[in-house]
């Protein structure tokens, strides 16, 4: 039976690529690059402390179409398709009735264009598989349902905010679902760049850095300007869309959900942006309004990215299936947190096989040796790789890996993670120890090692 739009709210995911969390002024940022999401997380739901669970492009789009880890879905690096008889977000929406449209980059496809039997179930399609491939930042082709190419005029994030408006526009009747999946902050590939709009690189040149980035340099001085700009551009879209939802007498029945797949360290910790357990690689910017989000504050517990698939369901009033990894943030908003884990799991591929545990104060990670390969989707055997203490040390600039006085918070991490890693369907592994370390006069108690 068709619905109204009064039935069920319309749901936009406004998906951004390889935004660090500290680009947003509510985290710190004196740049004033996003005062729309800025406003949004003091009005709406802000998850504070929000992760991707995979910080690579690939397998963090898996995770959020499906609501599954790279373990359950395969997808465990970039270049292997979604299985075609996954379960995604789009179908579970076109089961309660909605229209489901997407917009932008996939990276679920093994083709391009992508053909209809490979875009997750959703009907309308303007997108591309590899955005950064079919496209330039002044240069926006993407291909429609019957896979012609598109050329789209402006900005690339300009280019896309205009297909989503339109989108909008013509499904006022709704009910909607609406993924707009954007390339910046990505780096353009073939340039190694973060080309923002013309004269959007100047007023961040010299400017402020996160400490991380100041202490260890990388790429930071040659990208993070262009960077910066691209994150401004993408908050004055977000502005436009809500400005349209406004309009449009939308904006009271849309739920509008602004996250991002990864961040980025600038090659401070491996040798590009990502894959790793670090903050500046998993700590993204999240926050939500709408129907159930609007005054639901800041949230203090840890977010994971595979609890937003659940949560978008749950809160356009369609059921969450069952064996979904992660779990509803909507009873959060609600003061309801009875139950709701103190740690969260991130898995890492590509530039290595790696696992890691974040809880509020700590961090820990463990990958797989040198010859266990690092395009597989797990390991028998891994090493102890990082500790970080969050509350002394919240830049990771002193890993406490293997330091005696650190041995009992090791030891309930590594228990806590080899049961999260259970909990998502992994064999259980055998750790090695990092090497002993002496540790002066410091010591850690058992109480801390539970903070």
Excluded at 200 to 208: D, I, L
Excluded at 228 to 234: D, I, S, Y
Excluded at 235 to 257: F, P, W
Aim: charged share 20%; with cysteine; aromatic share 10%.
């Amino acid at each position: 039976m068709a619905r109204t739009r009064g039935d069920h709210p319309n749901v936009i995911v406004f998906f951004t690529d390889q935004q660090r969390w500290d680009t947003t002024g509510v985290h710190g940022n004196p740049l004033g690059l996003t005062p729309n999401f800025d406003r949004v997380a003091q009005w709406g739901t802000h998850a504070y402390y929000s992760c991707t669970c995979q910080p690579v492009c690939a397998p963090a789009r898996a995770a959020l179409q499906t609501g599954l880890y790279q373990t359950r879905t395969g997808c465990y690096r970039n270049g292997i398709p979604l299985p075609d008889d996954a379960r995604t977000l789009a179908h579970y929406f076109r089961d309660g009735g909605y229209e489901t449209g997407y917009i932008g980059k996939w990276h679920l496809g093994g083709e391009e264009p992508v053909t209809e039997a490979h875009r997750g179930g959703y009907q309308y399609w303007l997108g591309s598989n590899a955005l950064e491939m079919t496209s330039d930042s002044y240069d926006t082709v993407m291909y429609d349902n019957e896979n012609r190419p598109v050329k789209l005029p402006g900005y690339r994030v300009d280019a896309l905010t205009d297909a989503a408006i339109r989108y909008v526009d013509s499904h006022q009747e709704g009910p909607f679902f609406l993924f707009v999946s954007y390339i910046e902050p990505h780096h353009q590939n073939h340039i190694d760049d973060y080309p923002p709009p013309d004269g959007y690189r100047e007023p961040y040149a010299g400017r402020w850095t996160p400490p991380d980035l100041a202490a260890l340099g990388g790429s930071t001085q040659r990208h993070l300007a262009g960077y910066f700009g691209q994150v401004k551009r993408l908050d004055e879209a977000y502005g436009r869309l809500l400005d349209a939802l406004k309009s449009l007498d939308l904006r009271d029945n849309t739920i509008v959900l602004f996250t991002s797949d990864h961040g980025s360290h600038f090659r401070t910790r491996n040798a590009e942006y990502k894959r790793s357990c670090h903050e500046s690689s998993i700590r993204v910017p999240t926050a939500l309004t709408g129907p159930g989000f609007d005054g639901g504050g800041r949230l203090s517990q840890l977010v994971s990215l595979i609890d937003l698939p659940p949560t978008l369901l749950d809160a356009a009033g369609l059921p969450v299936p069952e064996g979904l990894d992660g779990r509803s943030i909507l009873p959060l908003t609600r003061g309801e947190t009875a139950g709701w884990p103190d740690d969260l799991f991130v898995q890492i591929s590509e530039a290595q096989v790696g696992r890691a545990i974040r809880t509020h104060r700590w961090k820990y990670s463990i990958t797989a040796p040198e010859g266990q390969g690092n395009r597989r989707i797990g390991s028998d055997v891994y090493v102890e790789d990082c500790l970080y203490d969050l509350l002394a040390d919240p830049y990771e600039l002193i890993n406490l890996i293997g330091i005696q006085s650190h041995a009992e918070v090791t030891r309930v991490l590594r228990e806590r993670l080899l049961r999260r890693m259970a909990e998502a369907g992994e064999a259980g592994p055998r750790i090695e120890a990092a090497p002993s370390q002496p540790a002066g006069q410091r010591r850690v108690t058992a109480a801390e090692a539970l903070a």
